[in-house]
Each structure stands twice: as structure tokens, then as C-alpha cells.
């Protein structure tokens, strides 16, 4: 596992999700009503579903010599999407917004 990308990038989708909810009002329960889905859309979701694939399949997705010597696979890809939403909802969301609004 690459932890330092794992976190560095969490930090930065996070920084988008912040971004895209507080700046353009994009929130996950609009997109519910407005797709007539029966799920709340939270990109924990989509990690998840990279997370387990990625546990089985090992291998590097990118070159090593363009992360200077780190590999990143799927697996750490799938952990940082999930890692991203859990700062979303139990720090950004309650420091700023109150409550943790998870399902």
C-alpha cells in the first residue's frame, strides 16, 4: 500500500467534494431525487467497489518511474475514494455543516 498517496489524495478529493457541495450546491441528495435512485450517491460507493477487485489484483497501474519509484494499485486507489468520503462525512461535514449526514 502506498500510504502517502493514499492520504494525499484523500485530502485533495475531499477538497473537491468540499468545493462541489459548499461552493456549487451540489449535494448527494439532490442527485437522489433528481435520478430517482433509491440510494443516496456517496463516492464511499464507488471506492468499495474499486477496493474489492483490487485486493485480488496487484499489479501497478501506472509505470513506477512517473511516481518516482511508487506504485499505486487498485487497492490503494479503492482506500483512498472510501477514505475521502469517511473525511467528508464524520470531520468536513460535521466541523462546518453540524452533522454527519450519513445514511
Known sequence: MNIPFILWTACF???????????FDFHSRSIQKKAHLPLRVHHMYLGLVLLVPGYFYTASL??????????????????????????????????????????
Open 13 to 23: 478529493l475531499e477538497i473537491l467534494t468540499y468545493i462541489f457541495r459548499f461552493g
Open 62 to 103: 501506472f509505470p513506477d518511474f512517473i511516481l518516482g519509484g511508487s506504485a499505486i494499485t487498485l487497492l490503494d486507489i479503492g482506500i483512498t475514494i472510501a477514505l475521502s468520503d469517511m473525511f467528508h462525512h464524520f470531520a468536513v461535514l460535521p466541523f462546518f455543516h453540524q452533522k454527519i449526514d450519513f445514511p
